[in-house]
C-alpha cells in the first residue's frame, strides 16, 4: 500500500470514528419543553393554592351544644340532636345551662357551638359572629296561678308571690317583658321568685307563690300536666292575645282546644288562646357548611312532625327573626343536600366535595394549558428558523439594488454566517426538515447572488 493510499484510509477511519462518538440527535428539546411547561404548571399551582385557600378543611367530628336543665324540652330536643348526628359519625356534646338567655351567652363566649335560643332573647355585647339555622319549632308560654275564679288580664298578679324562672332562662326575660308590659315591676308589692320548672310547679302545689311562668327552655310536659290536674290551679288565658302578637312580634297566637293535655278529664274545659315565641337554632357564623346542612337535616327529623303545638311540615323554616340567616342554611332550606350528601355517607360526601374543589383549577388551566403546551412547543423551535428567513428577505431586497462587487462580498459573507448560525443551532430531530428546507433557501440566494454576479461580468465584458 502506498503512503497516499494510507494516508486517505487514515483520513477515512478518523472520520469514521468521530462519527460514532457523535451523540444522536434528540427527538426533544427539553430546554424547550421546559421553558414551555413551567409557566402553564406555575399558574396550575398558582389557581391550585388560590383554590385551596377558600377551601374549608374537613369538618370537624366533634360539636359542643347548650341545652338546658336537665328535664326540659330544650336538653331533650338536644339529645334527639345528638343521637342524629351521632349516625352520621358526629359526636355531640350537650351542656346543661339556664335556659335561653344562659345558651345565648354561652354561644357568644365561644363555649359552646350551637344553641336553641328562645326568639325575643338577646344580649349587649358583639353578635356579629352569630347567625340562626332556621326556627325550629314553637315554645308556648304557660302561666298557672291560684284563683277562686279566672282572671284576664296579667296586671291583676299584681301583689302576688310570681316563680318567674331562673336568671340566664328564657322564661325569665319573656315572664319579665310581660309583666313589664303589665305595669308589673320589681322592687313593688309584687315578690319575684327564682324558680322554674319543676320547682315552681311544686312551689305551687305547695302554696309557697301564687303564680308560675313555665317554658320549654326550662319545664317540662309532665309538669303542666300535673298543674292542670290539681285542684284550685288555672291556666292563664291570653284574652288580649291579639295585642300581645301586635306588639311583641316575635310572638305567635294560637288556640288550645278543649282536652288537649287530657281528653279524658277534658283538660282544658275551654278553648283557650296561648302565646309562644319561638326557637331558633343558632351558630357561629364559621360554622362549617358540611354541619350546617346535618343540623338542618336533623331539625327537620326532629322537628317537621305535627305536635299538640304546630301543624306537620310547619317547622324549621327560614324565617329571620333576631339573627340573620346563615347563607349554607338557607341555601339548604332552597335547594337541600348536596349531591354527594345525597347518596353517599357524609364523610365520604365530605371528601369529594372537597376533593372536586381542588380539581376545578386542574380541569379549567392544568389540561387545556397541556393541550396548549404542543403548539407553544412547536412555536418556540420554528422561531429559530423564522429569525433566519427574515434575514433571508432582508438580503434578497438587498440583491435589487445595484452593487459593487465588494458589497456582493460583503452580502456572500452575511449569508455564509446565516447558514453557519443555523447548522450551529441545536434543534430537536422532529424538527430538523425545517433546517434543512431553509438552508436549501439559503443555498437559492446564493445561486442568486453568484448569478448577479455573472450577469456583470458579461455586461462589462461587452461593453469593453
Known amino acids: ?215 320549654g327552655d326550662s319545664a317540662n310536659l309532665g309538669a303542666v300536666r300535673d298543674l292542670l290536674h290539681a285542684d284550685g290551679i288555672r291556666l292563664f288565658d291570653f284574652v288580649q292575645g291579639e295585642a300581645y302578637e301586635r306588639r311583641y312580634r316575635y310572638l305567635n297566637r294560637f288556640e288550645l282546644p278543649p282536652g288537649a293535655f287530657d281528653l279524658g278529664a277534658n283538660l282544658p274545659d275551654h278553648r283557650i288562646t296561648m302565646l309562644a315565641p ?17 343540623l338542618v337535616e336533623a331539625a327537620q327529623e326532629v322537628h317537621g312532625r305535627g305536635t299538640l303545638m304546630q301543624n306537620p311540615g310547619e317547622f324549621p323554616h327560614a324565617i329571620e327573626h333576631d339573627y340573620p340567616m346563615s347563607d349554607d342554611a338557607a341555601r339548604y332550606y332552597k335547594s337541600g343536600k348536596g349531591l354527594a350528601y345525597r347518596y353517599l355517607p357524609f364523610w365520604l360526601a365530605s371528601l369529594v366535595n372537597r376533593a372536586a374543589v381542588v380539581l376545578l383549577p386542574i380541569v379549567v388551566v392544568l389540561i387545556p394549558g397541556l393541550r396548549f403546551a404542543p403548539y407553544l412547543y412547536g412555536w418556540r423551535i420554528k422561531r429559530r428558523i423564522y429569525k433566519h428567513y427574515g434575514e433571508l428577505m432582508a438580503l434578497e431586497r438587498a440583491m435589487l439594488e445595484p452593487m459593487t462587487p465588494e458589497q456582493r462580498a460583503a452580502l456572500l459573507a452575511q449569508l455564509d454566517k446565516i447558514e453557519k448560525s443555523v447548522v450551529g443551532t441545536k434543534m430537536p430531530g422532529a424538527f430538523a426538515d425545517q433546517a434543512y428546507i431553509l438552508r436549501r433557501h439559503i443555498h437559492f440566494v446564493r445561486d442568486g447572488l453568484g448569478a448577479g454576479a455573472t450577469r456583470e461580468d458579461d455586461e462589462v465584458a461587452l461593453l469593453r
Do not use: C
Request: no cysteine.
Open 1 to 215: 500500500m502506498t503512503n497516499a493510499e494510507a494516508g486517505k484510509n487514515g483520513k477515512i477511519e478518523g472520520v469514521r470514528r468521530r462519527l460514532l462518538g457523535l451523540r444522536p440527535v434528540s427527538l426533544v428539546s427539553w430546554r424547550d419543553a421546559i421553558a414551555t411547561l413551567t409557566p402553564i404548571v406555575l399558574l396550575s399551582a398558582a389557581a391550585i393554592f388560590a383554590t385551596l385557600h377558600f377551601v374549608r378543611p374537613a369538618p370537624p367530628l366533634h360539636l359542643v351544644m347548650a341545652g338546658g336543665p336537665d328535664g326540659s324540652n330544650f336538653r331533650a330536643v338536644a339529645e334527639r340532636y345528638r343521637q342524629i348526628l351521632a349516625r352520621n359519625g358526629i359526636e355531640l356534646q350537650v351542656l346543661s345551662s339556664h335556659g335561653s338567655a344562659d345558651n345565648l351567652d354561652m354561644l357568644a363566649e365561644n363555649k359552646v357551638d350551637i344553641a336553641l335560643v328562645q326568639s325575643g332573647v338577646t344580649r349587649d355585647g358583639d353578635v356579629s359572629d352569630i347567625v340562626s339555622l332556621g326556627t325550629m319549632f314553637r315554645q308556648p308560654v304557660t302561666i298557672f296561678y291560684r284563683a277562686p275564679k279566672p282572671i284576664e288580664r296579667l296586671s291583676q298578679l299584681a301583689g302576688r308571690r310570681i316563680a318567674i324562672g331562673h336568671e340566664g332562662s328564657g322564661t325569665r326575660v319573656l315572664a319579665m317583658t310581660l309583666l313589664d308590659g303589665n305595669g308589673i315591676e320589681p322592687g313593688g308589692a309584687t315578690q319575684f321568685f327564682d324558680l322554674e320548672g319543676g320547682d315552681a310547679a311544686a312551689a305551687l302545689l305547695a302554696r309557697k307563690i301564687d303564680a308560675a311562668f313555665l317554658s
Open 278 to 294: 319561638t326557637v331558633e337554632l343558632l351558630a357561629h357564623a364559621d360554622l362549617h357548611p358540611a354541619l350546617s346542612d346535618l
